[in-house]
């Protein structure tokens, strides 16, 4: 059930992200020079900073709700098994979905602060 969720929810997404894509295509050309911009030394604007922190925010939401509704039960192996371990520790069976949960509001409030810097009028 969880899976066909995260699919429709992704799909969605997708989705969205191809009618907003159109849409900024269709009200001017896209630049054609990237590849020189890029080799001048071109950097990520702003707004490319806080759209990307969203997208992790959305993420670890999406893990976390994910850990809540199927939680890792010991013992834990792989690459991130002491992290697993430390949470399981220390905030019990939910320990994982509970550090994910304030990882993507870290995320979403890093999100935030670069939205309002964006959005701040220049003097």
């Known amino acids: 059930m ?5 699919f429709l929810l992704f799909f969605i997404a997708f989705l969205v992200f191809v009618r907003w894509d159109r849409r900024r295509i269709d009200q001017g050309a896209p630049d054609t020079d990237i590849r020189q911009k890029i080799q001048n030394g071109w950097n990520a604007s702003q707004s490319a ?3 990307g922190a969203a997208g992790v925010a959305a993420i670890a ?4 709700i994910s850990q809540w509704l199927s939680p890792n039960l010991p013992p834990f192996t792989g690459r991130w098994s ?6 399981y520790e220390a905030f019990g069976t939910y320990g994982m979905a509970f550090v994910t949960t304030v ?3 870290a995320f979403a409030i890093s999100a935030w602060s670069l939205w309002k ?3 701040r009028p220049i003097k």
């Open 2 to 6: 969880l899976s066909i969720l995260s």
């Open 103 to 105: 990882a993507s509001l």
């Open 49 to 51: 900073k806080y759209q």
């Open 117 to 119: 810097q964006v959005r």
């Open 61 to 64: 939401a999406v893990s976390a």
């Open 82 to 87: 002491w992290l697993n371990i430390a949470a």
